[in-house]
């Protein structure tokens, strides 16, 4: 997908558009998404790649919803991020390139990883829509 920064301030709401384009991070706790506990699919807001389900979504009381896995090898990508004097693992939307999140190795068996993404980055597919 080639969309401009110019097309993506269109699509995307200010908190989207910060989130995804400018690698922000919404405050904990303060996403829709922390507690939310229906079945579904949770797509990317910036172009609907399909990047985690409500099967592998756990509190990890971060602030931020957490997932131990992702859909599929379409779902994201990752890259090393040394930005605020931290290595951390960050995690794109494969499709779109959108920033969601980072990765981290202390999340649950079977995976032992931790998706830790913004609430602002992801849209919710109920299971029966
Ligand atoms: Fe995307």
Redesign the pocket.
Known sequence: MNTSDDEWKLKLNPEQYKVLRQCGTEPPFSGKYVNHKEDGTYV?A????ELFTSDTKYDSRSGWPAFWNKVSEESVTIKEDRSLGMKRIEVL?K????HLGHVFEDGPQPTGLRYCINSAALDFKEKNE
């Open positions: 990317c910036g172009c609907g790649n939307c499709k779109c390139g959108g």
